[in-house]
C-alpha cells in the first residue's frame, strides 16, 4: 500500500478528514509488506483517501511480525479446541454421575427385591 497522491498529511494526533470530509477512521494493514502498520482511510469507503499513521517498518518487523500472528493463531486455535473438549469432559461427567445415581437406584432395588425373595421362601 502506498499513500495516494491526494491524500492529505498531518502531524499525529490530528484529526483527518477524507474527501468525503467525513473523519478518518485508523485500519490497520495485515499484508506482507506493512504487517500491522495503522493508516486513516474513508469510514465508509467512499473515496479513496489514504494516509499512513505509522512509520514504515523495518525488515526484520516484517518477517517477525507475521510469524508472531501465526503463532499466536495457533494458540487460539489450540485454545479453542481446548475449550470444546473441556465443555465435552464436563458433559460426560454429568452423565456419569447421572448413570452412577441410575446404578445405585438399581442395585438398592436389587437388594430389596433378594431381601424381598429370601423372606418369601423363609416365610
Do not use: Q
Not at 11 to 36: D, Q
Not at 78 to 91: G, M, P, Q, R, Y
Amino acid at each position: 500500500m502506498s499513500a495516494s497522491s491526494s491524500s492529505t498529511t498531518t502531524s499525529k494526533g490530528s484529526k483527518h478528514e477524507c474527501h468525503c470530509k467525513i473523519a478518518a477512521v485508523i485500519k490497520t494493514s495485515w499484508t506482507k509488506k506493512n504487517p500491522g502498520r495503522r493508516f486513516y482511510a474513508c469510514e465508509i469507503g467512499k473515496c479513496s483517501f489514504f494516509d499512513w499513521e505509522d512509520d514504515p517498518m523495518c525488515a526484520r518487523s516484517k518477517v517477525i511480525i507475521p510469524g508472531l500472528l501465526a503463532k499466536i493463531n495457533k494458540l487460539e486455535s489450540d485454545l479453542a479446541k481446548i475449550n470444546k473438549l473441556e465443555e465435552e469432559i464436563a458433559t460426560m461427567r454429568k452423565k456419569e454421575f447421572k448413570l452412577k445415581k441410575k446404578d445405585e437406584e438399581i442395585k438398592r432395588k436389587e437388594g430389596v427385591f433378594c431381601v424381598s425373595a429370601l423372606l418369601r421362601s423363609v416365610g
